[in-house]
């Protein structure tokens, strides 16, 4: 198991239509480097035998969800979020407790052809390993999940496709995590020489001031 080294532990947010692919790159990603799972399918079906996504029941499903995500902050390692963060809104509120708790996000946006998706999503197998947690959708419920997505837009995003393997797929995510890595560094490098200039701007300023007097 390798692990992922970087300066600032990281939130992976994971986004698509159901039946695109989510699950399976999750599931992969934490195998190959140790990170944590956060399953918004696992805790409703372990909750839930028969699940109607009522409200009641979502509420229950994303309170035990931010609980663990809140606890996990707190170890500074890298995790994952499988779930619930479809939703700009939500993806926001992940942004705030991810932002106090010193982490860095990133979302992994899972694009699979809409037909596909939908065939996967209506039958999930338990025989799969990624549908052991995950009920099958009706078409109307499938519907309403697929238009619940708000694509990213001004975030720190990758895209990957569900029909690629995962090797293809976490080489994309890494070279993100990379990039991402370099232009902090950077962006840290230009403020620090920025700060230097002006003090050294300051301290010129005083001394020609008191030549004036």
Not at 81 to 92: A, Q
Request: proline fraction near 2%.
């Amino acid at each position: 198991m390798k692990a992922l080294n970087l300066a600032q532990p990281l939130v992976v947010m994971m986004i698509g239509i159901p039946g695109a692919g989510k699950s399976f790159f999750a599931r992969r990603f934490s195998d190959t480097f140790g990170a944590p799972v956060v399953s918004e399918d696992r805790i409703r079906y372990e909750l839930f035998s028969q699940s109607q996504f009522t409200s009641e029941e979502n509420d229950i499903v994303k309170r035990l969800t931010e609980y663990q995500i809140q606890e996990l902050l707190k170890t500074k390692r890298t995790f994952i979020v499988d779930g619930g963060c479809n939703v700009k809104t939500e993806r926001l509120h992940m942004k705030q407790l991810a932002k106090q708790a010193g982490y860095n996000l990133l979302s992994v946006w899972v694009q699979t052809h809409e037909p596909t998706a939908q065939g996967r999503a209506m039958k999930r197998s338990s025989r799969r390993e990624d549908d052991k947690y995950t009920l099958s959708l009706s078409a109307e419920q499938f519907a309403y999940f697929a238009r619940r997505l708000t694509a990213p837009h001004r975030e720190n995003y990758v895209v990957i496709s569900g029909m690629q393997t995962y090797s293809t797929q976490a080489k994309a995510v890494l070279r993100r995590i990379a990039a991402t890595r370099e232009a902090q560094a950077h962006e840290a490098h230009k403020l620090e020489n920025e700060a230097t200039f002006q003090q050294a701007r300051g301290i010129h300023t005083t001394r020609r001031s008191i030549i004036l007097r």
